[in-house]
């Protein structure tokens, strides 16, 4: 069940804002609202929902919505209009204190600038939700310590936040939105303040803590490759209005419109294409079908080479022309020749990594997945191919 | 056409005898009240002889300070002591740090209200200005009806005068908060006065405390002003001379004041730069 659902999620900003909602339905535009009534639109029936266990990346450009819809969430901000239905309950129909249950509790969050507190130590920040809780200081003490731990920060408990860096800082932002182990983190651009090196490994530390923790997390972002890079599913906002949603390949292959193909078009395919992607069918064989049976195969297809696989598929080597017409004239097993070295990848290994192995190498590279089956192989011109944007990649992902 | 003058002075005097009237057992509490605690500091502060005063004082501005204020503080109060204005300055301290302690107790309050509330600031802006604005001999008049001539009356009339800044800058320290911390204390689900005193309040410490500063120097600068009704201290050696054009004697008293605000202020001022540090 999804943690997490948007059903119309409206906001309005300026007097009386509850008037634009019949207009919203009636299909008029954000600049048209605030031409006839004065009313700003942030957030136009946003609906959406959200599985435990995801990154959920909402993304567009400033003034698009996006840290508005976040904020609508936990109602930092008051929806105008629409549901916020958490684990089915709805959010707008909670009591002040069931709200602020709900923020202790359930709801974490990490913000653009850090927002740490600048006269309490990093402990001090990270138990500050505990503390409002009215958890005991022993132990709240502990489980700050666990939260610090976790973000690779110990030692550092009583600093205060302006001696530490900034990818630091932004740690312990982390840190304090999981201390009381909520279900789902907001993480509002959490990372763009961030030098661009300390991002990736913030990233990487994200998606590394996610693979253990199994938050829900909505992850707020204007930079496409790090939504690319990080989410399950995109959320692509313009204008208040959410104008596709999909995951990653299909924003990025099957745009659902003119603004989400320019959007993504300035994007460096390199690190968001796999080699699963590009991959295409490999010629096989196997042992027992011997050395007449192989070469009859390459002269059919007109290829000098096959991957010599067992029966399940698992990737035994490559066996080149020149091998098998040696085998068939020595009596040899086409398995004895089978040259062993070739070069594989996992089906997620992104396109910039492969192209430092492609380099080297003389032989197509394999593609491995789980108990190394033999998925596919990559070869040099399906990668130039995929960069080019050529449109028989499109096909290979649908299919 | 003949327009009537507005009798603005009848009402006035009218609203003052209705207040007399009606809230007489109010006046005579806030009038016990005030004067036990002008009372019980100038007992406490008689209770040492000078000299344990001064020391005390000057480790304080040690503590607080450096060593050059430190001297300060030790060759000024000797001065004042050995010109023989040494009971009546610790009278002027007690009416000083009664109306700065009122002042506090009543504007910290106020300006967390405003802080809150910008209905409540635009009522009590406009309310400061006329308080600060207001001659304040004026004062002296409806405070010498309440509560009398004595000390009572100077020290409510130095807390009207110096009681602005306290109010101002606890509204302002407060909304200089960065909204992203309050939010941030919004979001971890803080109730309104856990996030007044874990989060607003200690933000806003320095510019409160410049706040308590600018009352200090304020009802220190009443003192004169509050003798004209019989409150005792420096104050009266200063306006005694003015009415007998004794320079001398004013200055000599003048001098006494300037030195207890100097050491006021310098004291207060370390105290702001020690909070901002922590």
Known sequence: MAIIEAKKLTKIFGADPKKAIPLLDKGWSKEKILKETKLTVGVNQANFSIEAGQIFVIMGLSGSGKSTLVRLLNRLIEPTGGQVLFNGKDVLKMTAEQLRQFRRKHVGMVFQKFALFPHRTVLQNIEYGLEVQGINKSKRREMAIQSLELVGLKGYGDSYPEQLSGGMQQRVGLARGLASDPEVLLMDEAFSALDPLIRKDMQDELLELQSKMKKTIVFITHDLNEALRIGDQIALMKDGSIVQIGSPEEILMQPANKYVERFVEDVDLSKVLTASHVMAKAETITNERGPRVALQLMRARSISSLYMVDREMRLLGVITADDAARALKEGLSLESLTQRDVPTVSPDTLLNELFELMGNARLPVAVIGENGRLKGIVIKGAVLAALAGNTEIEAGVKA | ?278
């Open chain 2, 1 to 278: 056409m003949n327009i009537p003058k507005i009798p603005l002075a009848d009402w006035i005097g009218a609203l003052e005898t209705w207040l007399e009237t009606h809230l007489g057992p109010l006046f005579k509490l806030i009038k016990v009240v005030v004067g036990e605690t002008v009372g019980g500091l100038n007992i406490a502060l008689d209770f040492f002889p000078p000299l344990v005063l001064i020391i005390l004082f000057t480790a304080a501005a040690w503590f607080l300070g450096k060593w050059r204020m430190a001297l300060f503080t030790f060759v000024g109060l000797l001065i004042i002591d050995n010109l023989g204005y040494w009971s009546q300055t610790m009278q002027t301290l007690s009416l000083v740090l009664t109306s700065a302690l009122i002042s506090v107790v009543v504007g910290v309050p106020v300006g967390i209200l405003c802080a809150r509330k910008n209905s409540i600031q635009n009522i009590v802006t406009p309310i400061l200005d006329f308080m600060q604005t207001m001659p304040a001999f004026v004062y002296l008049l409806p405070a010498v009806s309440f509560f009398s001539l004595g000390v009572v009356p100077g020290v409510i009339a130095s807390i009207i005068f110096a009681i602005p800044p306290t109010i101002r800058m606890t509204n302002l320290g407060i909304r200089q908060v960065p909204e992203e911390l309050t939010e941030a204390a919004d979001a971890f689900g803080s109730t309104p006065s856990q996030k007044l005193i874990k989060l607003q309040l200690p933000i806003a410490l320095p510019s409160i405390m410049a706040g308590i500063n600018q009352t200090i120097m304020l009802s220190l600068s009443m003192v004169v002003i509050a003798s004209m009704i019989g409150a005792q201290g420096v104050g009266s050696y200063v306006y005694r001379a003015v009415t007998q054009g004794n320079t001398g004697v004013g200055f000599e008293a003048g001098i006494a004041i300037v030195i207890l605000a100097i050491i006021l202020d310098r004291l207060t001022q370390n105290a702001i730069r020690r909070t901002k540090k922590a």
